[in-house]
């Protein structure tokens, strides 16, 4: 199916929903309906021109403050493609948001207001590109109407983002520039008279044109949900494993093993609800028959028998905080990675990046909300989780506050 996946960011007030709100309207993608009550609701606030950031903003509450204080997933289609924008916040706060919106996305669009140029907050919004893996990023120098359309606006803070390609890892990424104005409609899906200098593309026809790459082939990694035992005298003998293919694929005759105790079989059968498959690719969740019975329970992992891996009770990463309290070292959380759960302590808090100098500061004085650091933990069990620039589909894991019963970090296995 052609769908593309986009994450928006950017700081307070750059124009997201604007932005989302044009391609909406300039594509059609709205009811009629739902172009009157926003034309409507902008003349009651005596606007001169319809506020094309109502579209996104979907809260009364929202709407009356002026913000938009939630992550929004937004779908439209155009004769070519279908997409799903995440539309992530602004404010600094919400860094966990963005690492949310931007883990399954193909293209990052990353909105600067040209007048204010770079900031810590794009800075933040690199370094997230660079974490995720992501390989199209689209920076959206937006208001290029409030600079009267100057070229050397536009290429000043191009040839800023380009100075910084090294030092956030993104060499070996795709980085596109649109001079916008969201609000007239510049560039966006139509192409703007008042930029003759722009020889390129509007951000419309970069999406309908991207080539999305095709994931290489991953490790074969499957999480176990769940133990199927119907005790049932139509299904009397029958023992499956319900679960997700996290990565890799899975066929009929496979030999598989479990990760936590090297005990392996082969594949008898593989059902979809009431399909039996021949095989199960990335992102299905399916139920594994095996031949003969061996000891597997929910959170074991299952891989290709003549895939080598070993389980490591101590894990490198970087870890955002996303809690509201400091990270305490020495105190036990869980790590839950698929559907496995496992007491852990963080032992050693190596570095943090400073946005300002775009270093990993080492012996950071605390670990707070939205921060990005590199750290080590120890484990009560093996961890089976691979480097997530090599397999991203099995390289993440959270935190949990046991005793909250809250998440408080996301991190990435180095």
């Given at each position: 199916?052609?769908?593309?996946?986009?994450?928006?960011a950017?700081?307070?007030?750059?124009?997201?929903?604007?932005?989302?709100?044009?391609?909406?309207?300039?594509?059609?993608?709205?009811?009629?309906?739902?172009?009157?009550?926003?034309?409507?609701?902008?003349?009651?606030?005596?606007?001169?021109?319809?506020?094309?950031?109502?579209?996104?903003?979907?809260?009364?509450?929202?709407?009356?403050?002026?913000?938009?204080?939630?992550?929004?997933?937004?779908?439209?289609?155009?004769?070519?493609?279908?997409?799903?924008?995440?539309?992530?916040?602004?404010?600094?706060?919400?860094?966990?948001?963005?690492?949310t919106?931007a883990?399954?996305?193909?293209?990052?669009?990353?909105?600067?207001?040209?007048?204010?140029?770079?900031?810590?907050?794009?800075?933040?919004?690199?370094?997230?590109?660079?974490?995720?893996?992501?390989?199209?990023?689209?920076?959206?120098?937006n208001?290029?109407?409030?600079?009267?359309y100057?070229?050397d606006?536009?290429?000043?803070?191009?040839?800023?983002?380009?100075?910084?390609?090294?030092?956030?890892?993104?060499?070996?990424?795709?980085?596109?520039f649109?001079?916008?104005?969201?609000?007239?409609?510049?560039?966006?899906?139509n192409?703007?008279?008042?930029?003759?200098?722009?020889?390129?593309?509007?951000?419309?026809?970069?999406?309908?044109?991207l080539?999305i790459?095709?994931?290489?082939?991953?490790?074969?990694?499957?999480?176990?949900?769940?133990?199927?035992?119907?005790?049932?005298?139509?299904?009397?003998?029958?023992?499956?494993?319900?679960?997700?293919?996290?990565?890799?694929?899975?066929?009929?005759?496979?030999?598989?093993?479990v990760?936590?105790?090297?005990?392996?079989?082969?594949i008898?059968?593989?059902?979809?609800?009431?399909?039996?498959?021949?095989?199960?690719?990335?992102?299905?969740?399916?139920?594994?028959?095996?031949?003969?019975?061996?000891?597997?329970?929910?959170?074991?992992?299952?891989?290709?028998?003549?895939?080598?891996?070993?389980?490591?009770?101590?894990?490198?990463?970087?870890?955002?905080?996303?809690?509201?309290?400091?990270?305490?070292?020495?105190?036990?959380?869980?790590?839950?990675?698929?559907?496995?759960?496992?007491?852990?302590k963080?032992?050693?808090?190596?570095?943090?990046?400073?946005?300002?100098?775009?270093?990993f500061?080492?012996?950071?004085?605390?670990?707070?909300?939205?921060?990005?650091?590199?750290?080590?933990?120890?484990?009560?069990?093996?961890?089976?989780?691979?480097?997530?620039?090599?397999?991203?589909?099995?390289g993440?894991?959270?935190l949990?506050?046991?005793?909250?019963?809250t998440?408080?970090?996301?991190?990435?296995?180095?």
């Amino acid at each position: 199916m052609n769908i593309v996946r986009l994450s928006t960011a950017g700081s307070v007030d750059d124009g997201k929903s604007t932005l989302i709100g044009r391609l909406l309207y300039d594509t059609n993608s709205l009811s009629k309906d739902k172009v009157a009550n926003i034309e409507q609701i902008s003349q009651q606030r005596g606007l001169d021109q319809i506020d094309l950031s109502l579209i996104t903003d979907g809260l009364t509450a929202e709407r009356e403050q002026g913000i938009t204080i939630d992550v929004a997933h937004i779908y439209f289609n155009t004769p070519k493609r279908k997409y799903i924008i995440a539309d992530t916040p602004g404010h600094v706060e919400y860094t966990r948001n963005m690492i949310t919106g931007a883990s399954n996305a193909d293209v990052f669009i990353i909105l600067i207001d040209a007048r204010k140029g770079i900031i810590e907050q794009t800075k933040r919004h690199l370094f997230i590109a660079s974490l995720m893996e992501i390989k199209e990023i689209a920076f959206v120098i937006n208001k290029i109407d409030l600079v009267d359309y100057e070229q050397d606006r536009f290429l000043q803070i191009r040839s800023q983002i380009e100075e910084l390609k090294e030092r956030f890892e993104l060499l070996d990424k795709k980085l596109s520039f649109f001079p916008v104005s969201a609000k007239i409609g510049d560039n966006v899906v139509n192409l703007s008279g008042k930029t003759p200098w722009y020889k390129g593309e509007t951000l419309l026809s970069y999406l309908e044109q991207l080539k999305i790459e095709q994931k290489n082939q991953m490790a074969q990694r499957f999480n176990v949900q769940y133990v199927i035992r119907p005790h049932s005298d139509d299904f009397h003998d029958y023992r499956a494993y319900a679960g997700k293919v996290k990565s890799g694929t899975f066929e009929i005759g496979d030999e598989v093993k479990v990760l936590s105790t090297g005990q392996s079989s082969r594949i008898k059968a593989i059902n979809r609800y009431k399909d039996n498959l021949l095989k199960a690719t990335e992102g299905q969740s399916v139920a594994l028959e095996l031949e003969t019975d061996i000891d597997i329970s929910r959170g074991d992992i299952l891989t290709l028998a003549s895939d080598s891996v070993e389980g490591d009770k101590s894990l490198s990463a970087r870890l955002c905080w996303l809690g509201k309290e400091e990270l305490s070292l020495g105190r036990k959380y869980l790590l839950q990675h698929g559907a496995s759960r496992v007491p852990v302590k963080v032992t050693t808090v190596n570095s943090q990046i400073n946005f300002e100098t775009l270093e990993f500061d080492q012996q950071p004085l605390k670990v707070d909300v939205n921060s990005i650091n590199q750290i080590e933990l120890k484990s009560a069990s093996p961890l089976f989780i691979d480097s997530y620039k090599n397999n991203p589909a099995n390289g993440y894991f959270i935190l949990i506050d046991e005793t909250a019963n809250t998440t408080v970090a996301v991190g990435f296995k180095n």
